[in-house]
């Protein structure tokens, strides 16, 4: 197990720490953070929600007496302490006196990879790695090097940021608050003149974003988007369209807003009318479901932030699918989170997700035997000619599902399934199912190779010997035996 | 049908075109535009995935040979014409003297509604109202009346673009650009200097946003955003927190950056790179398609843009329940189209999806006999115990389904139903699900009320005269009789 010298509680130090240890790190921390219960409770809640795999076993948290106990033996250390140099400086002389090779990511956004360096042992062994709020969700870290961080301390960074799930963006060149919080910074200050002019209120502002470019950026970056909008001519034309914009006097330029307390008590007011009674946990909820919504959406299209999800489950899939059950018994195969939008209006998950779960069961199980996804590429597949639903219980938000499969029959063409879905030993729905070897592109039926009856046939002949599951043969409307 | 008089063909007039054309208004237009096949064709292949209904029966396209013939006799002006301010005068004349009181909504980016109104016959009949790329997806239109705009038309503003799905934002105060270009501009120029600069790529640039900052916008803006950052404090913690960073030299304030040919060509270079060999056309269907999946994630949320969405529906959906079937048929109650996502690795509708259909038909037979969302919230519902599904065919990207309900066998209890989905006159599926009436609290079937079974028994009884479905009774690997 990897160890990961966590150094700072606050909502970024809690948030890496919830990143590291639902992916199986171990954390040593030397404070109890305040925030980190609530963070983690916060990530269990939803970072689970972005894998169609069951995650590693959780890392183990431990607080640390001091730096030097949480830096030793470390193969990571991320530093998030409060934004002060000095400060900064003292825990990298402790961490380095403590663990001298050991790589050290910044969560800083104020400061340059080269002024943390200063008066370092080991100035090779530091770069900001920045992430962005909430740690848990949002896949960015900038990572800074400067000309003396190490090529193999800026490689180590990317192999721990992508083994987190998150995607790492190499800043070519040391600037300060690095790409994100540039932008980000330019349209924090034309907002708060907005709103000291009284031309917006926060709540205006918000919408401005959320309604229309924020839509657009969730998915394609500032460029890309102004790439279609040129057509045809491209950026190019783009620019010859929209450049000269850039001399009207459409934003506020060269003034900073005095930050004056009238100006802190409009923003604090406006901002509390639009949270309307709203506490910061249940926002915090609220936005976790809605990230969750979103990147599900993008993994579903394997775009943007669904690409980064999507390789992060490639990269962990055939270490979960080695992990082969006995064979001699129905073989659990999906392990699932019930999402938000799982939920319907009784409740309880809709009842198309009990056959999603299902799916993603016999799915595992095709791939069990063979049938993956380079082999319905080749042109043959197995298709679903009927299932039985029967519902014995429901499932809520948030509990773990598992799905089993039971091979009732298999023959050539034909594979008649038995799936559980399950809440710990509670069955929660039972589906019969009963699939045929296709040709996909005749579109009809057609034996199976030796490749997958190899497999199939062992399984189905270990299988003979369970007994028949209730509910099996079923009509609907059948009074129980 | 309302009329709607849409001067100006390019990407926006064409998308407003998309839009009101499939929210059932007719628009004549004074040009045969460039781009409507083209964005029509997208919006076609889009927005309807965006409604739970049956969007209304597309309104006619006519091009009109004149500026006063578009204008004659429309219920509102729509002008998209190029940022060229004495064009825009030309055509104000011309409409208002074709139809003095049409409210006229401009689509400018670069004129204030005073400039607009400057000299005109009625300038109490003028406002901005300013949409987004792409205009039949994205909800946002800034609605910008100057002093001079008469109420009544900023309220008729308000109800036509809300009738057509989408979210006015009344902007308090005249300014130029408003408020969404003021920002996006200051992104625009900082991420034009990081590209002259040479610190990031157009890529760069583009990842920090989509991987970051643009997931939490889709979803809430800066300020809701920036509020839970500030933890428990809230809005004065987070700017005494952060507010001084203002102060330090992070964005390129004073200057605006030289677009000379060297960097034109940088971007340009840099952004064919990042579209690695994809067409615009290519791009606007990704983007289409990735911003579908987002607004439906935010629609099962409730959230943001996906309130909108959902008002918009309730705003159609009594008008839609009122066009009830002929009762001694099949009741043809869902209209569906095949979304990006429902697609599996066999390239046809995702087995779970059928299931969903069915429920959405079902939904909807429920709301007909009165079991509607208040019921369920007064604690009675309709529980799926069972479902068969029998395969017919493959639904494929993009098509229209529709989801009909016929009656087996109805009692005070259980309700027994044979849904059809089906494309054209062709089934997909079959599907024959009993459901119970439950006491949701008690967890217990209990008989249904009179309300319910005074509109179920008519139906049940016109039903029973049907033929007996194919299918119905069927055992999963049954051999077909």
Redesign the interface.
Known sequence: VAKAGLIGGG?IGAGWAARFLLNGWDDPDPEAPR?LAEVLENARASLPALSDLPLPAEGRLRFAASIAEAAAGADWVQESVPERLELKHRVIAEVQAANPLVPIGSSTS?FRPSQLQEGAAEPSRILVAHP??PVYL???V?LVPSPATAQQVLDAARLTVEGLGM?P?????E???F??????????????W?VK????S????????????????????????Y??????G???HF??QF?P???????R??D??E?DETL??T??A???A??AGR??RE??R??D???V??????K??D???GT?LNAHDDRRRQAVLDTVPDPAEALVLAHLRVL??WI????HM????Y??A??ETTDAFLRLIGAD?AY?AGGH?Y?????????RGEARLGEALTGSVQIL?ADEK?L?LFVRIERGPEPVATL???LLHVD?KAGRTVPAPPAILDRLMPLAAAHANLPRPEGA?????ERPA
Chains 1, 2 share one sequence.
């Open positions: 909502v925030k104020g962005f709020n949002l896949p960015l900038e995607h963006l190499h800043v070519r060149k600037i300060d608050a790409i994100a919080d540039r932008l980000l910074e330019t349209v924090w200050r034309e907002a708060l907005l002019d009284g031309v917006a926060t709540e205006d502002i918000d919408e401005a974003i959320r309604m229309g470019f924020g839509l657009r950026w969730a998915q394609m970056g500032l460029f890309e988007t790439r279609i909008a040129g057509g045809e491209g950026m190019a620019i010859a450049g914009c850039l001399h009207w006097p459409w934003s330029l060269t900073v807003p930050l802190v008590e923003i604090a406006q901002s509390d639009q949270a506490s910061i926002l915090e609220i936005r479901g809605n990230l919504g979103i990147l599900r959406a993008l579903d299209r775009w943007g932030a980064v938000p939008s319907d209006y009784n409740g809709t009842e198309s997700r056959l999603f299902a799916s996804l319905v597949s298709y679903t000619a009927e299932t039985h639903i029967l519902h029959m034909r008649h019969e199912q009963m996909t043969g079923r009509r609907v409307g």
